[in-house]
């Protein structure tokens, strides 16, 4: 019973924290540019795949430089799909042809993994030992994934205060006419922000590659997670991620072990319902001011 | 009806009296059509009929079978056409209605043997819960949130259809018989060939009749602008629900249709997929345009799984190439791109002349001279509006007499659009209350406020450019709270001869402040609000709106308030100036009066009064 609490508690946790760093780099791409990328959950996925190829089984000092490769991979690809996303909009009176393209980059990254490595799900060597927590065994990359979300926490939070880059683009989210009026190089800055959230997603979904699910399919399921987590700590909110992904994740969780792991994406599902229904704001969400 | 006759009435009289020549003068013109609907409805039924029938005609089985489920999923797509772009609201779910509808009738069908109405029915009931799930958010958010609510759908429908398979077969499936719908009743023809022919047909006048009725309008006007649609009456969350509604039952209905056509259910055929092909098909066909999911359709399916069937694998990877390349290079789509070269070729901007309502409004009233009365018609008493810790509106106290213009003036950031937002519903009073026409309307939402016969314009004139000239209009009567006035129908019945056709995407920003302006007049609002309505006007303009104001005010008998930074224009039209600084009233009174207060002298420091 203790265990079973156990393992619910810290793999729920754990799993969150997954769901939690996609929802913080949402967060960025959205105050930077006002879309929330569907392609997310395929991109941290892409990170469980090169771990898969580039580090499985490999030595640490390896692993580490393929950490880094990996997010930098990553990253590129976001930036440049952050530019094509972003092309449309320059001119276009319609400025919501992202969701449209967004959830395209997502099938297609899908499919492509789907044509090139079959449907089936991979299995990733973890880097990090095996520990225990009141007498659980727990895998090591579970422990990983709660460091990097908090890592990458405590990095945005840093970024987005300490530097020039990161205070120009808190900037575009506060007042985006402002601060293009500032002079501010908005189009560049937006593509950083794409950038820093695949380098986010991209060492992610490489540290956790071991305990999620590597296969063509699963970046939907993530992505939808992770907006989940997004939406009850509230959009734009870091802070109310990290209470928001490892909630979702619990509840998850406990869904897999109480009632059957089928269950888990209707579980989240009914919580989004929920709380777009009872606080769409979220926890931490401001309602902001009306513009007319 | 009654305001259909007075219009024709108005007509008829307008033909005979003074304003003859601006009727006539649309008649002369021969303009081309501004909306292509309904020859694409046409066009669409008329493809709908040849790839429906022709094959049982000529006895091709393969092309009859392929063409049943190729046409119910074009019904399908219709139904997301009408919800993305009549409302606004990108689904990736309507898989999950289409399913829900086929595996609840195959299940009464074909696992319990009840009669196929029946279980049709139970079938329709499903689809219709399923839309509720997706409505039910839809009355409160908007946007991203309905998107991704709807995509987690589509992913978890066929996970519950595999897991719940003691009522569902799970991955087994349902195999369903229905022989007497494919037996030939006539020249080939099976009342299945006939039912899935008809269907989308139904589907696409359903759509075009929407589309041009009240209830059509409004959603395509909270779609593209919530806060106008609010002040005109509407509540977007209604709208977004009552869509989701009506596509629920539409899908449901091809759901209902899928079975006998396919004969068998399993959860494969419903993933996530499934709801991709026809939101896709929306994007590739073009968005809104009434042939766009026929020809969607067409490409996105067809293309991969019957031309290209030896790469079916993939599929999945054209459907997102395609709809990728069509965002990005021709974001219209295929027929609206067909539509756009249409457009340009045959509409032309007529300039100054697009937008000119002088003579129309010459027959109103225009014997009678009204003056300010001395009853109230909007009274503030200690209104404070708070964002965080900035107080925009300070205990404020204001009193509108009926019938005058009174200008509201004060630096940017005094807080008089805050409180003209605050009069309008947009945004609700921290304290202190206010009260129109004697009624309190404090706790009050806009579309109530708005059915109490008030108007207001917005800083940018919320123009739609979807609808004719004349639509943009009419949203206006659409609006109005009770019936039309004689002299509104007239002006009503000459607005639309004249203005029919025409697009008011290439008006200039004082012609759509007009527009406005106008919409708030056909609206019959007794007290209008302008928000900075002299913003960006040229001079010429500006004196031409200090005569309509005139005109509503005295002519007409309206109040008006008036937000403006154009001090020459306030003191030109106003009866009552009310200066704010900082949220605070500082100054009030006639014109005269006000220029002499030496609590606003600096604010004319280089102006007409300094």
Avoid at chain 1, 80 to 103: A, H, K, M, N, Y
Avoid at chain 2, 49 to 58: E, N
Avoid at chain 2, 293 to 321: D, H, K, T
Wanted: aromatic residues 10%.
């Amino acid at each position: 019973m203790l265990s079973e609490i156990v393992i619910i508690v810290v793999r729920g946790i754990a799993i969150g924290s997954i769901f939690a760093m996609i929802a913080m780099s949402f967060n960025i791409v959205h105050g930077a540019t006002g879309i929330l990328n569907f392609a997310q959950g395929s991109m941290l996925v892409l990170g469980g795949f090169a771990a898969f190829f580039l580090a499985n089984g490999v030595g640490l000092g390896w692993w580490l430089a393929m950490l880094v490769v990996s997010g930098l991979l990553v990253a590129a690809l976001l930036a440049f799909q952050g530019w094509i996303t972003l092309l449309p909009l320059r001119s276009s009176v319609e400025q919501d042809s992202w969701i449209i393209s967004t959830v395209a980059v997502s099938v297609i990254v899908g499919a492509v993994l789907l044509i090139t490595q079959g449907p089936f799900a991979y299995t990733v060597q973890g880097m990090a030992p095996p520990f225990r927590i009141l007498g659980v065994r727990t895998p090591g990359a579970y422990a990983l994934a709660i460091g990097c979300m908090l890592f990458w926490f405590v990095a945005l939070r840093f970024f987005l205060r300490k530097t020039f880059i990161g205070l120009a683009i808190s900037a575009l989210s506060q007042d985006f006419d402002a601060a293009r009026a500032a002079g501010l190089p908005v189009r560049r800055l937006q593509l950083i922000a794409f950038a820093i959230s695949g380098l986010m997603v991209g060492t992610a979904g490489f540290l956790v590659a071991p305990v999620i699910s590597v296969s063509s399919d699963a970046g939907l399921r993530y992505v939808l997670n992770g907006f989940v987590a997004a939406v009850v700590g509230g959009i734009g909110s870091n802070l109310g991620t990290l209470i928001g992904g490892p909630l979702v994740g619990v509840v998850t969780m406990l869904t897999a072990y109480r009632v059957g792991g089928a269950y888990q994406d209707l579980a989240s599902l009914l919580v989004l319902v929920a709380i777009l229904m009872l606080r769409p704001q979220g926890l931490f969400g401001r309602v902001s001011a009306r513009r007319v | 009806m009654a305001v259909a006759q007075a219009a024709r009435g108005g007509q008829a009289q307008a033909a005979h009296g003074g304003q003859a020549q601006a009727a006539n003068g649309a008649a002369a013109r021969k303009r081309p059509r501004f909306s292509s609907d309904l020859p694409q409805v046409w066009i669409g039924i008329a493809l709908i009929a040849i790839t429906g029938f022709v094959p049982s005609l000529v006895g091709n089985a393969y092309w009859v079978h392929t063409f049943q489920l190729v046409n119910i999923y074009i019904a399908a797509a219709i139904f997301q056409n009408f919800l993305f772009v009549d409302a606004g609201q990108k689904s990736f779910g309507q898989g999950v209605l289409l399913g829900l509808g086929a595996y609840v009738t195959a299940i009464f069908f074909g696992l319990h043997g009840y009669p196929f109405a029946v279980a049709a029915l139970v079938g329709l009931v499903a689809a219709f819960l399923g839309g509720l799930l997706f409505a039910l958010p839809a009355l409160r958010v908007q946007y991203f949130h309905l998107g991704f609510v709807t995509l987690s759908a589509a992913i978890v429908f066929p996970q519950l259809l595999m897991s719940l398979d003691r009522w569902t077969n799970g991955i087994n499936g349902i195999p369903v018989s229905m022989p007497s719908m494919h037996k030939e009743i006539a020249l080939g023809l099976s009342p299945l060939t006939i039912l899935v022919a008809l269907f989308p047909m139904a589907a696409l006048v359903v759509h075009y009749m929407i589309r041009r009725s009240t209830l059509g309008r409004r959603m395509r006007v909270a779609a593209v602008s919530p806060e106008a649609a609010r002040t005109l009456g509407i509540r977007p969350g209604v709208m977004r629900f009552i869509a989701f509604i009506i596509a629920a039952i539409g899908t449901g209905i091809c759901g209902i249709l899928y079975l006998p056509a396919v004969s068998f259910v399993s959860p494969q055929g419903f993933n996530v997929e499934l709801s991709f092909v026809f939101f896709f098909a929306v994007v590739v066909g073009g968005r809104g345009q009434m042939l766009g999911p026929i020809v969607g359709i067409w490409v996105v399916f067809i293309l991969p799984n019957i031309v290209l069937a030896q790469l079916v694998e993939y599929r999945l990877l054209i459907y997102g190439l395609l709809t990728l390349a069509t965002v990005m290079a021709f974001p219209d789509g295929i027929v609206g791109t067909i539509e756009r070269w249409r457009v340009r070729r045959a509409v032309t901007g007529r300039g100054e002349e697009a937008f000119r309502v002088d003579a129309f409004l010459d027959g109103l009233r225009g014997e009678r001279e009204a003056a300010p009365g001395s009853d109230i018609a909007v009274e503030v008493r200690g209104g404070t509006k708070k964002f965080g810790a900035v107080v925009a509106v300070d205990e404020v106290d204001l009193k509108v007499r009926r019938g005058e213009v009174h200008g509201l003036i004060g630096a940017n950031g005094s807080g008089k659009t805050s409180l003209l937002n605050v009069l309008s519903g947009l945004s609700r009073l921290d304290a202190g209350s206010f009260l129109i026409n004697g009624r309190d309307a404090t706790r009050l939402a806009a579309d109530r406020i708005a059915r109490m016969n008030l108007g207001r314009t917005f800083q940018t004139p919320r123009i739609f450019p979807q609808f004719s000239l004349w639509e943009n209009l009419k949203v206006g009567i659409d609006a109005r709270a009770g019936t039309a006035s004689p002299d509104m129908a007239r002006l009503a019945a000459q607005l639309e001869a004249e203005f029919a056709e025409d697009s008011a995407e290439l008006l200039s920003h004082g012609q759509r402040r007009l527009v406005e302006v106008m919409r708030a007049m056909l609206k019959e609002a007794t007290i209008v609000l302008f928000d900075e309505p002299a913003a960006g006007l040229s001079q010429s303009e500006r004196a031409n709106f200090a005569r309509l104001v005139r005109f509503l005010s005295r002519r007409m008998g309206k109040t008006v308030i008036l937000v403006e930074h154009d001090l020459d224009l306030v003191w030109d039209v106003a009866d009552t100036i009310t200066v704010m600084e900082q949220g605070r009233i500082v100054a009030s009174g006639d014109p005269a009066s006000v220029a002499r207060d030496p609590a606003v002298q600096h604010m004319f420091v280089g102006g007409r009064l300094a």
